[in-house]
């Protein structure tokens, strides 16, 4: 199992190199979809070069990077393509033991429903088998490694790729079962770019899952695993704050980054929602809208943990996917990200309803981001509401992939429960609807 | 502008009643300055009663401009009666009065590319003492709003110019006194102001009504700290640059409403002296009109015991009459201005009128008339010029026509302009509205030293500029600054300001190179004709440039041997000041037609996001059970009143 996977480790870094030492670099670099404000690698550079010149990076408005990624750069500039690439090897290899862990653990509890004869006959059919499951966490590590998003992304030397192997790492942490490691990579990727905090949710449901303590609020050993989880991720956020305080001897990045990501003052076009609404938004609805699209993206780790408690690994993928929808500044390498976990979900394409026009939606987008950007931008012959059109699109279809998934996943579950041929109560053939 | 809009009105009101006054009154002097022929066969009875009324208006006027800052200055009152006290005792204590000290000059320069440069200077010297915050209340050159100002703000120095067009070095040589294109205020503050930013504000609010211009606009998003380029020119070494503010308006459009306000400042106005050739339809038909206000604290004499104020107004002026003149090259005062002098401000000791002759010494370029005996030597911006001198003091200078029509006829159109030894130019490179590149050129002519210039970019936060892109190179190399001081912006708040200090080599061009990414504003931050473009101040230059007195190494002629082997220290550098083009940037802009569209575009997709994901969320599968029919339910419910079973 090794040997195609590093197979696909050398084709990814080939490729990778290659880009790298092609004139397509400095194109890449400066698209719009691939880096945003808060993770261009110019900017992580101007922040290298004020600081050089004394100049604190955070005294202006260039710099969004958090200290830590200066303290990293400080000594990797000149590897910068190193490391990067690197970064996306780890992410890789991180989502493929990960998978092959959670993989194995939906294969026992599928033999623990089949030997209790929990599940209905005639959803036998549903049963995956591990022949199936043999490949799919190679698939995961090569949708992520050769996924065009993943390999523009690190091509343009965005941060995004390692903001991705820090929330893999603490994916793989997860599952197997280290919650000390999971709450520090969780708060790292936290202090990175505040979105991953509701990942806390699934990691805490899962980890809860996996040492058979039920989620109910009357039992003392939930509040006090509670109470452990909590208290390692905030006790390494706070360390790794302070540590970031003492680097550069000033509270100047908090604002500068998590106040740049929660006001959204760059209005930058990218993929995202954020920057042609509030661009042309009034002015005084900005901070009600500010807010209603900033807790849009929180809320939903409520409502999804209470349906997803069983199921906390897709729970991680939902919450992957609605912080790269609804971030303040998304690129392809957030998108990437909770691709990579689509071959984890192949049981699912029999319900799936319309994933041919979301990919195909989806694929004609990426393919116009670049051609209406040119007419606006270059030829003057478009104007912003036709790149505007296209994200609105493209988010729409993100959208409709995300649900879809979802409905088929619970349709799934439903019909593991209930038998797979549902019959009326007349026993004519029955339709599922959602009521 | 739309920004005059918020000059007050009561200053409005006072200045259209003021202009009525005076122009009542001076109806009979502006209809002979109108016309020189009436002039010349006036008596001399008629001239002195000229005289007399261009006095008396110029009583009025200062007794009228105080009550423009009634609402400031309640305490006042009592010194404002003083100062109204009947006119003559007022001109006839001029003399009594050596406090202050007015001075008028103009030097004309003819240009090589056939234009004329006109320049104007005003000064007045007032030793009084605003610094030590006791009440200054008695006025009398000095014009009263510009001495109320000064102490309220704690004004250590002030400078400001308005300038339409843009100097062309490589033509016109270098100016006396160098300004920007548009409107540019630098102001010292006394270190005794604790909420420098906040003064600022207020008095940038109060020049815009003084100028009627709009300084209003200036705020923190376009006014810079510079820690090198401007120091004061006055006395005191206070140099920490936290009271020191910057600001230009490179699109500030200078008009006759900007003159207005600037003529009353002077003494006589504009009824008297050099003042009264300044006619706003001939100043504005110009290629190049700047207009500036100096205020500075100097020495009173040598050993410096006393300060005094010294406020100098600056009017420049090119007038391109090669053009106008159908290819004749003549120019003459009333060709210029369409007036003649007839007399000097009687309120001035000393008004004169220079005319550079330096490249005529034999007359065989020109002729000018009337001729004077009169010369004077200067170095000016290190350059021996030669000057013809009119002092209208002087009864005889006006000759027996009793006015003074200066005239020049070219013989000949041969000769070179010394080419100024610094010379920069500025352009904005690469296409699209994503990024872009500044590119700064500066040329040292010098053809064997090289000397240090001091560039100041002040940049708007809307383009991003990247400092690790800064190159700087001459003849090919890297030029590495010696000193780079570096203050990058914040959106909506404060612009980038990057100041350097470079070596520029001999005989070279120095390029500095920096990239900047284009930022998308919000619909309400865009001028209202954004296509427009977006304007960038002028880059300063500062520098000691060698003099061209200096460089002139076998000068043998004049001076004797022993003198001439070192270099004379004072002569040798001199400083320069110049202003690059201001540059035009466009911005990518939204579409400004459909903010409800994209709110409400946006919304919907947020809401299919939502909706989808809520509907997933509340709600369960279930089997699909067939609605009955309608008449099969009212059937049932029919059925159910008889008491029958119902239909499946």
């Known amino acids: ?435 | 502008m739309a920004a005059r809009r918020n000059i007050p009105v009561g200053l409005l009101f006072i200045l259209c009643s003021l202009t009525f006054l005076i122009a009542t009154n001076t109806h009979e002097t502006t209809s002979t300055s109108e016309h020189p022929d009436k002039a010349v066969n006036l008596p001399e009875k008629s001239t002195e009663t000229g005289g007399q009324t261009t006095e008396q208006p110029a009583v009025e006027e200062r007794q009228w401009e105080p009550t423009e800052f009634q609402e400031e200055t309640v305490n006042d009152a009592a010194a404002e009666k003083q100062d109204a006290t009947p006119p003559e005792t007022t001109t006839t204590s001029a003399g009594a009065h050596p406090k202050d000290d007015f001075q008028e000059e103009l030097v004309i320069r003819p240009l090589q590319s056939g234009d004329v440069y006109a320049s104007f200077q005003f000064r007045t010297l007032w030793e009084t003492d605003f610094m030590k915050g006791n009440k200054v209340s008695h006025y009398r050159l000095f014009p009263k709003s510009l001495g109320q100002v000064i102490s309220k703000f704690s004004v250590r120095e002030l400078h400001i110019s308005f300038t339409q067009g843009y100097w062309r070095t490589m033509q016109w040589g270098q100016p006396f006194m160098p300004s920007p294109p548009g409107a540019e205020l630098w102001v010292w503050f006394q270190d005794s102001v604790t909420d420098v930013d906040g003064t600022w504000k207020e008095l940038t609010n109060v020049l815009s009504g003084i100028f009627c211009a709009s300084l209003n606009f200036i705020d923190s998003t376009n006014t810079v700290q510079p820690s090198a380029s401007f120091k004061p020119l006055g006395i005191g070494n206070v140099t920490d640059h936290r009271f020191l503010r910057y600001a230009t308006l490179p699109r500030e459009i200078v008009c006759t409403e900007n003159l207005t306000p600037w003529k009353k400042l002077l003494p006589c106005g504009s009824k008297a002296g050099l003042a009264v050739l300044m006619k706003s339809e001939k100043l504005f038909h110009s290629s190049f009109h700047s207009q500036a206000v100096h205020i500075r604290p100097v020495c009173q004499d040598s050993e410096c015991t006393t300060t005094s104020w010294e406020l100098r107004q600056t009017l420049n002026v090119v007038f391109d009459l090669h053009t106008s003149g159908q290819g004749k090259r003549e120019w003459s005062l009333f060709k210029m201005f369409s007036r003649t002098l007839t007399e000097a401000c009687p309120l001035a000791s000393s008004s004169k009128i220079y005319i550079d002759i330096t490249d005529n010494p034999q007359g065989e370029q020109f002729e000018l008339t009337p001729a004077t005996h009169l010369l004077s030597q200067a170095v000016v911006l290190g350059d021996r010029r030669t000057f013809s001198v009119y002092d209208l003091t002087e009864a005889n200078t006006f000759g027996s026509m009793r006015s003074l029509n200066l005239l020049i006829r070219w013989k000949s159109s041969e000769g070179d302009m010394l080419r100024p030894l610094l010379h920069a130019e500025r352009y904005v490179a690469g296409y699209g509205l994503q990024t872009g590149e500044i590119h700064t050129l500066m040329y040292n002519y010098h053809p064997f030293r090289s000397f240090p210039i001091l560039l100041l970019d002040s940049v708007p936060w809307y383009l991003r500029l990247y400092i690790h892109t800064l190159t700087v190179t001459s003849k090919g190399k890297d030029n590495k600054p010696s000193y780079i001081h570096y203050q990058p912006s914040k959106d909506r708040v404060r612009p980038h300001l990057l100041e350097m200090l470079v070596q520029l080599p001999p005989n070279s061009v120095t390029e500095v190179t920096v990239q900047f990414e284009r930022a998308l504003l919000k619909w309400t931050e865009y001028t209202p004709d954004p296509n427009h473009g977006f304007y960038v101040g002028s880059s300063v230059i500062s520098a000691l440039v060698p003099s061209m007195v200096a460089m002139d190494t076998n000068n043998t002629k004049e001076r004797p041997l022993f003198s001439s082997f070192f270099p004379c220290k004072e002569e040798s550098s001199y400083f320069v000041r110049i202003y690059t083009e201001p540059l035009l940037v466009n911005l990518p802009t939204p579409d400004f037609s459909m903010p409800y569209n994209v709110i409400c575009l946006t919304c919907t997709v947020v809401a299919v996001g939502y909706g989808s994901l809520y509907n997933l969320l509340t709600r369960s599968f279930q089997i699909e059970e067939p609605n009955p029919r309608l008449a099969k339910r009212i059937a049932n419910v029919i059925r159910r009143l008889r008491g029958v079973p119902p239909l499946a």
């Open chain 1, 1 to 435: 199992m090794a040997a195609p996977l590093t197979v696909v480790l050398i084709v990814a870094v080939t490729v990778r190199a290659c880009l790298f030492r092609s004139s397509l670099a400095d194109l890449i670099a400066e698209r719009v979809e691939v880096v945003s404000p808060l993770n261009a690698w110019k900017r992580v550079v101007e922040g290298l070069a004020l600081l050089d010149l004394g100049v604190s990076p955070y005294s202006g408005d260039v710099f969004h990077e958090t200290p830590l990624i200066i303290y990293l750069f400080h000594f990797l500039v000149d590897y910068a393509e190193i490391t990067f690439m690197l970064a996306d090897v780890i992410t890789a290899v991180a989502l493929y033991y990960a998978v092959q862990d959670y993989n194995t653990q939906v294969l026992r509890q599928q033999k623990f429903a089949l030997e209790a004869e929990r599940l209905p006959l005639d959803s036998l059919e549903l049963i995956r088998s591990p022949r199936q499951m043999y490949y799919i966490p190679l698939k995961v590590a090569m949708v992520y490694l050769l996924n065009p998003f993943t390999v523009l992304s690190c091509v343009a030397k965005s941060t995004c790729g390692l903001n991705n192997a820090i929330v893999a790492l603490f994916i793989l942490s997860t599952i197997k079962k280290n919650a000390l490691l999971s709450a520090i990579f969780l708060a790292l990727s936290t202090y990175q770019s505040i979105y991953p905090v509701t990942l806390c949710a699934p990691a805490v449901l899962y980890l809860l899952q996996r040492q058979y303590i039920p989620v109910n609020v009357r039992w003392a050993s939930f509040w006090w695993f509670l109470l452990q989880y909590a208290f390692m991720y905030l006790g390494s956020l706070f360390v790794i704050i302070c540590l970031s305080f003492f680097l550069l001897g000033s509270w100047d990045y908090l604002p500068s980054v998590y106040g740049f990501i929660l006001s959204v003052p760059d209005l930058t076009p990218n993929i995202g929602l954020f920057w042609y609404f509030f661009a042309e938004m009034f002015e005084h609805f900005r901070l009600f809208f500010l807010c209603v699209f900033q807790i849009n993206v929180f809320f939903y780790t409520i409502p999804l943990s209470i349906k997803l408690k069983e199921h906390p690994v897709f729970l991680i993928f939902m919450q992957l996917a609605v912080i790269s929808i609804f971030k303040s500044y998304p690129t392809v390498g957030d998108i990437a990200l909770y691709m990579s976990f689509l071959p984890v979900w192949s049981h699912l394409h029999r319900f799936l309803r319309n994933i041919f026009l979301v990919s195909c939606v989806l694929l004609a987008c990426s393919a116009l981001f670049p051609v209406l950007w040119h007419l606006w931008i270059y030829s003057g012959s478009a104007n912003s509401n036709f790149y505007y059109a296209i994200t609105l699109l493209f988010n729409v279809a993100q959208i409709l992939l995300v649900s879809d998934y979802f409905y088929a996943f619970l349709r799934r579950e439903h019909h593991l429960t209930y038998g797979l041929y549902l019959k009326r109560k007349d026993g004519s053939e029955a339709t599922l609807v959602l009521k």
